[in-house]
């Protein structure tokens, strides 16, 4: 019976240390690469997906503004090179979406003027990588969506499944910032849309794009401002229009929780 209980121990042992083995294997065997998230939140777990999606608009630039760019962090895994090394991207198809369209509405990957980034410097395992979109005349009625993802090459096998990819989308139209989220949904301006969204900006005469919303959303006094001002302004406008309250634009009505 002890012998029996000594081999079931030994077996456990020899399993966690080959499930062990095989996890350093996957992220040490060779040189890989995957994107992550910014380097301040790189152990937090929670926020290992947090930037899978950028939503982007051209709403709020002044029309001579023709570009602009968005970036998303990219890990090398696998330890650190005496020398740079170049690494690639590509487009990846989306099934049943608009896809976004090299040269119209984004500067292709293998373009020197982006592409002579996509570089993890000597002794480095981090980099920015960026993503030049173009204000395309289209970007007025539709929201195009650009998916793209890591390459092997020379120099880098691909890392973790789930964080080969990165997707951006863009228009030219007033669009849901990515800070208007769950949370930010459920407790403070409630369900989102263009609607609601114009009359806060026409309200309070603030822009409530992403930045915005981010320096509002660390100031609790200052949320709390908000909030009453807009809830306010709804009320005075549905008092103003007897019958016909705000509605947005699937025809709901406009309700701040």
Not at 7 to 28: E, P, R, T
Not at 79 to 101: C, M, V
Request: glycine share 4%; with cysteine.
């Amino acid at each position: 019976m002890k012998t029996l209980k000594y081999l079931v121990i030994v077996m456990a042992v020899f399993a966690v240390a080959s499930c062990k083995k095989d996890q350093y294997y996957l992220y040490n065997d060779v040189a890989r690469l995957q994107f992550g998230p910014d380097p301040a939140r790189i152990y937090q777990t929670s926020y290992n997906l947090a930037d899978t999606l950028k939503p982007y608009t051209f709403y709020y630039e002044d029309a001579t503004v023709k570009e602009d760019t968005v970036f998303f962090d990219i890990y090398a895994i696998g330890g650190i090179s005496k020398i740079d090394r170049t690494f690639t991207l590509a487009q990846e198809q989306l099934p049943n979406a608009l896809n976004a369209t090299s040269g119209t509405h984004y500067v292709p990957f293998t373009d020197p003027r982006v592409s002579k980034f996509y570089v993890i410097k000597a002794n480095t395992v981090h980099t920015k990588v960026p993503v030049i979109l173009l204000r395309d005349a289209s970007l007025k009625t539709t929201t195009p969506k650009l998916k793209f993802k890591v390459v092997a090459d020379a120099n880098f096998q691909v890392g973790e499944i789930n964080n080969l990819w990165r997707k951006v989308e863009f228009t030219d139209r007033l669009s849901q910032p990515a800070a208007w989220n769950a949370s930010f949904t459920q407790y403070y301006f409630g369900k989102y849309s263009v609607v609601k969204h114009q009359f806060m900006i026409n309200t309070t005469g603030d822009k409530w794009d992403q930045t915005f919303i981010e320096a509002v959303y660390a100031d609790l006094s200052l949320l709390q401002y908000y909030i009453a001002v807009v809830k306010a302004a709804l009320i005075d406008y549905n008092n103003a229009h007897p019958g016909n309250p705000l509605k947005d634009e699937n025809g709901e009505l406009v309700i701040l929780p």
